[in-house]
């Protein structure tokens, strides 16, 4: 009986033995418990950090906060024939744009950029379609919805007035799905 009970109270590795020992001259700084709160807490100020972000993307997509543009005159009314087009820049210098007449008094003006991978669309009177030569993608004039190719979404419409005998961008129509 007396040999069991020697037995049972011994340590059954040296004391030296790291897995037995973690707290031995600070041998680890960082044990299980401390890391999952350093990881909540890096994921805690990770989410905290981006809610201005996903606030403004929250009030852009739900249409709240609108933009707007600086009325452009395009073209003048007599120097564009019906299913000829003309090229102009808008909503800045920096975006091009297209505006087709497609009848006496019918105008559409687009962002000229693919919706497939921003190549320039360009007007076909021939075909009476805006193509885009890159992947032979096609757009309907009269909505600028993608009728051929790999584009699937339409282009941006450009907001158009006709005054005194001649055509103004005035705004850029929301994306709607």
């Known amino acids: 009986m007396e040999k069991d009970k020697g037995k049972n109270n011994k ?6 033995n790291y897995t037995h ?4 001259q600070n041998e680890r700084l960082l044990d299980r418990r401390g890391f999952m709160k350093t990881m909540v807490g890096a994921a ?53 744009a297209l505006l087709i007449r497609l009848g006496e008094n019918e105008y559409k003006a687009y962002q000229n950029a693919c919706t497939h991978l921003k190549c320039p669309v360009f007007w076909s009177s021939e075909e ?13 004039p009269k ?22 005998d001649a055509v103004f961008a005035t705004g850029v129509k929301r994306y709607e799905a």
């Open 11 to 16: 340590i059954p590795f040296d004391e030296n």
């Open 128 to 140: 009476e379609k805006m193509v885009c030569p890159c992947h032979h993608g096609y757009f309907d």
């Open 44 to 96: 805690g100020v990770f989410a905290v950090s981006t809610l201005p972000w996903g606030g403004l993307a929250a009030k852009e997509l739900m249409g709240l906060g609108t933009k707007s543009h600086a009325k452009k005159k395009i073209v003048d009314i007599a120097s564009l024939p019906i299913g000829e087009a003309a090229e102009f820049s808008y909503p800045s210098e920096h975006e091009s």
């Open 143 to 164: 909505s600028g919805k993608p009728t051929a190719g790999p584009p699937r979404r339409p282009l941006p419409e450009i907001v158009i007035a006709v005054e005194n």
């Open 21 to 24: 020992n973690i707290h031995k």
